[in-house]
């Protein structure tokens, strides 16, 4: 096991903490980097999207996983974004200033959103969410001068420049670039006032607000860093399908992204990433099984979702910690071998506590 | 990584045929009469959908994202049994002619089948859950709905099925006012189901030993409720009432995997009425139900299909506890 | 000046009267304690002062200002820290961030400045370290200090609290019950404790407390209440002796 002495406090503000931290990062660094000059164009496209998914987790994130706010209309946030960054550019706005102004217009959404949170815990808030959801569908659906309603709009190609980044190369490096800003800008957020405040509100609301933070205030930060995040993918994804109806973005959708951010593990960053690996990953796997297995189950309606379900069923079940949480208790046995506790981790509970008290 | 199951919540299909003249004229008080009672039978599903919502939140503390899918299952094994008994009273010669007979068995067969299910559902899925935030629980509800619809697919497959019910396309006429069998069949049935639950709750020991667990889980333990029994107990009676709605509302409704979408609104309507109260719940399911009907005659298409959710957002902004209130702020 | 100073003060919860007509100061320097038997509305009266509660009647001022209608995040702003009864600590963290959630009021940056770590967020943050260290060793909590709280025993919990407080660097200390759930050793410890935060960093402190030899060391006023209402206040001598006192503990 290595333990790390420190020796001033600058130690404890790095965003790695050893070299030895800083050597596997670097590494992975360099293989995402390169990796285009491996994969073909199909893989590319997917990991791509993965990093899409991985760009929306790290908002819902900072929201589920650190401020212990629950949201199941996080899909209306990606179609937010990824309606207005289409609208911008179908007005002329050129891609590098439409960007952060659907990401900033999902900001004003999402703390507009926020604002009854702050009188609303646990599932009220996560039932709210979902109406929100229902009816910022319902609005898209409707406002056809600017969404196209049932029939959709087409997506601009993303112009930067005059250059195209429309190839399977330049959108995944966009994509990958834009992932790696919003991880750094999560981890400054974590060490920091803001950050600890979320964590303060998750853990403890009358211990936060005792510790003379505005529960108001820090929920619907949290909100709008939130939506904007997610609406950053939406802007993204508005690009990678190319074409944009309502059906892209439904419940599902939302459930999908929660999903993700549980089974990686939530209250960490690096549990967005796996769970976006996950997620990427599932729906070839499920193709591959449906070529082994027998026709009649390939063809059951709802399958995918099913199997979604059952392994959400499974993680909250026996690992609710998530893939990091297992991953961390792996290397955990490894370090401590063979002195590993198997109750180490027996105390440790999700967030969110009960809201109801007698 | 859009899953192919892409239908919202379902499409005005909750509206009757009534509606088909939904043309828009100054409407009398028959009309008025006639949107009332559709508002009525259909809010009367949402209350008993929300009803097994707030009954298993009351007593475990849990939320039970599933209820709606539970509702849908109810009403497979419903269309399963009729079947059934249909071919088994086939050599009964005194039961071969009754009509309704097979329903009447299949529809307690179904509650008992579902109680059974309920049971084991909580021993095997809910109890490893206990002590885990409530947000766990309602992500683990979800999983076990999308299971359940996926189960249900592969069972039953995706095309709608009609229910062979007695009450099905029979009508009164009462002076112009046209009401149909299903219709009084969910009210009548709504309202025996809430009376039967009232009685259970005031006067049987066991019914009491659940308030008692509701109000407080470790108090009621320490004065010998078998508080695991109990949490059982209130699994079994709740999937029995969802499948219950399932059976009232398939007449109206078709049978198919997604039809537990209409949940969603229960559970609005459970919020609605103040998460935690039993009146609430059945009053909350009123006030949507009955609130959809006159807004798909009076308001742009399509949003009658979100005014459940528009009555929530307003309620939560308005009156976050609800219209029965029960829950209290934490102390410290 | 009194540092608190409360007029008045009533406060009912669906027809019980809480807490009725209290008055009471707290002067600058000095350890304040409120006894009473359990239900005199102690906790209410601190609950009151951090805005938890909203008072029926009756005002308090702190330091000069009125805070009767201050939101509950401001009173920590104007400086006064609290502890709870059951401790309230953020579980899922360290000590080290529990503490510096703390000098959340301190905070100079902004949302944008933390989300880009510039220069003057890294300064800060050192700084709060810095000034975190300085608590943790004046409690002697190193050995905890990278623990999630999760794993702790109470004992520990209730001096991370007081910590947490500290790190507020308020002019008031509420202590809710600081001595509930500890053994004898580490009661006399917090005796010790609490002279020190009084006299080395100048920090006022008030506390709801039911153990009188902890109460009889460290207070200089003492408060007695019953049934919401005052009996009477003094010296802890004084409170001991006081006849309404005892009756209230011992009955008639």
Redesign the interface.
């Given at each position: 096991m290595r333990f790390v002495l420190k020796t001033n406090?600058?130690q404890?503000?790095k965003v790695f903490l050893h070299n030895g931290q800083r050597f596997w990062y670097g590494l992975l660094a360099l293989a995402v980097l390169l990796a285009p000059l491996v994969l073909d164009r199909f893989y590319l496209g997917e990991f791509a999207?993965l990093y899409i998914?991985a760009i929306a987790g790290v908002g819902l994130m900072l929201l589920?996983g650190y401020t212990g706010l629950?949201s199941l209309g996080h899909a209306a946030f990606l179609a937010i974004g990824a309606y207005a960054h289409a609208w911008l550019l179908t007005q002329g706005v050129p891609f590098v200033l439409s960007v952060p102004l659907a990401t900033a217009f999902c900001a004003i959404i999402g703390y507009i959103v926020g604002l009854?949170a702050l009188?609303?815990t646990?599932?009220?808030l996560?039932?709210?969410t979902?109406?929100?959801e229902?009816?910022a569908?319902?609005v898209i659906?409707?406002w056809e001068s600017v969404t196209g309603g049932h029939f959709g709009m087409r997506v601009p190609d993303p112009m930067v420049f005059g250059m195209s980044l429309d190839g399977p190369v330049p959108f995944y490096y966009l994509c990958l670039g834009i992932l790696g800003l919003s991880l750094f800008?999560a981890l400054?957020?974590l060490?920091?006032?803001?950050?600890?405040?979320f964590?303060?509100v998750?853990?403890?609301?009358?211990?936060?607000?005792?510790?003379?933070?505005?529960?108001a205030r820090t929920k619907c930060?949290a909100f709008a860093?939130s939506a904007a995040f997610t609406g950053l993918a939406g802007t993204l994804f508005s690009h990678r399908i190319g074409y944009l109806a309502p059906?892209?973005f439904?419940?599902?959708?939302s459930?999908?992204l929660?999903?993700m951010v549980?089974v990686g593990g939530l209250?960490s960053l690096q549990g967005v990433v796996y769970g976006a690996i996950f997620?990427?990953l599932?729906?070839q796997a499920i193709a591959i099984g449906r070529d082994v297995l027998p026709q009649w189950?390939g063809e059951?309606?709802?399958?995918?979702?099913?199997?979604?379900?059952?392994?959400?069923?499974v993680f909250?079940?026996f690992e609710?910690l998530g893939i990091h949480g297992r991953w961390v208790k792996v290397r955990l046995w490894f370090d401590q071998f063979p002195l590993y506790r198997r109750a180490t981790y027996k105390?440790?509970?999700?967030?969110?506590?009960?809201?109801?008290?007698? | 990584m859009p899953v192919n199951e892409s239908r919202g919540f379902g499409k005005p299909r909750m509206i009757p045929r009534v509606f088909a003249c939904g043309t828009r004229r100054a409407h009398t008080t028959l009309e008025i009469l006639q949107l009332l009672i559709i508002g009525i039978s259909q809010g009367c599903v949402y209350g008993l959908i929300a009803l097994g919502f707030v009954l298993i939140y009351k007593a475990t503390e849990m939320v039970n994202f599933a209820q709606g899918d539970m509702m849908m299952l109810g009403a497979f094994i419903a269309f399963s049994l009729i079947e059934a008994f249909d071919w088994l009273f086939a050599f009964v010669p005194v039961l071969a002619g009754l009509p309704g007979a097979s329903f009447a068995f299949a529809f307690l067969g179904t509650l008992f089948v579902m109680a059974a299910f309920g049971v084991v559902l909580e021993r095997a899925v809910l109890r490893p859950m206990i002590g885990e935030p409530p947000f766990a629980v309602l992500m683990l509800t979800i999983g076990l709905g999308f299971v359940l619809r996926a189960v249900a697919g592969a069972i039953w497959g995706n095309q709608p099925r009609a229910l062979d019910s007695p009450f099905a396309g029979g009508t009164f006429d009462l002076g112009g006012l046209i009401v149909g069998y299903e219709n009084v069949a969910i009210v009548v049935g709504t309202a025996l189901l809430c009376g039967v639950l009232y009685l259970f709750f005031r006067f049987t020991r066991i019914g009491v030993a659940m308030q008692a667990a509701s109000q407080n889980q470790l108090a009621a333990f320490y004065v010998g409720i078998p508080v695991k029994r109990v949490f059982a107990l209130v699994w079994a009676i709740s999937a029995a009432i969802a499948a219950a709605a399932g059976i009232l509302v398939a007449p109206v409704n078709l049978i198919d995997p997604l039809m537990g979408f209409i949940g969603i609104k229960a559970f609005a309507a459970a919020i609605v009425g103040g998460f935690g109260s039993l009146p609430g719940a059945i009053v909350g399911g009123l006030l949507i139900g009955i609130a959809e009907p006159f807004v798909a005659l009076h308001l742009p298409p399509g949003l009658s299909e979100v005014s459940a959710f528009v009555i929530l957002l307003a309620m939560l902004v308005v009156r976050p506890q609800g219209i029965f209130p029960s829950l209290q702020q934490k102390k410290v | 000046m009194s540092l608190l100073e409360a007029h008045d003060l009533s406060v009912s919860f669906g027809g019980i009267k809480a807490v009725r007509d209290v008055s009471f100061t707290v002067e600058p320097g000095e350890v304040f304690s409120i006894i009473g038997p359990n239900g005199a509305g102690k906790t209410t009266i601190f609950n009151l002062v951090s805005r938890f509660y909203e008072a029926d009647s009756g005002g308090m001022a702190f330091d000069g200002m009125d805070i009767t209608g201050a939101p509950p995040h401001r009173i920590a702003e104007l400086g006064i820290a609290r502890t709870f009864q059951n401790t309230e600590l953020f579980e899922h963290e360290s000590v080290l961030t529990n503490l510096l959630i703390a000098h959340h009021v301190h905070r100079r940056t902004n949302l944008v400045t933390d989300l880009l770590f510039l220069p003057g967020a890294r300064r800060q943050e050192l700084d709060f370290r810095r000034r975190v260290e300085d608590v943790i060793d004046l409690l002697d909590l190193q050995s905890y200090r990278e623990q999630p709280i999760g794993g702790l025993p109470y004992g520990a919990r209730k001096m991370v609290e007081i910590a947490r407080a500290l790190c507020l660097e308020p002019k008031l200390l509420l202590l809710d019950e600081p001595s509930s759930g500890l053994n004898p050793e580490e009661t006399e410890d917090l005796s010790f404790w609490i002279e020190d935060i009084v006299a080395e960093l100048g920090i006022t402190v008030a506390m709801v407390e039911h153990d009188m030899n902890l109460v009889a060391t460290v207070s200089d006023r003492v408060m007695a209440m019953a049934d919401g209402a005052e009996l009477a206040t003094g010296d802890p001598t004084e409170i001991q002796n006081h006849p309404d006192v005892l009756r209230a503990y011992l009955g008639d």
């Open positions: 406090y600058d404890d503000v999207y998914w589920v629950v009854p009188r609303m646990g599932i009220y996560a039932i709210a979902l109406a929100f229902r009816i569908a319902w659906e409707h800008a400054n957020l060490r920091s006032p803001t950050g600890r405040a964590i303060a998750r853990d403890s609301e009358v211990s936060a607000q005792s510790m003379g933070i505005n529960l930060t860093l059906d892209a439904t419940v599902q959708t459930i999908q929660l999903l549980v209250g997620l990427g599932l729906p189950i059951i309606p709802g399958l995918e979702p099913g199997i979604f379900g059952a392994i959400l069923v909250l079940i609710p105390r440790q509970r999700s967030y969110l506590r009960t809201e109801r008290v007698r | - | -």
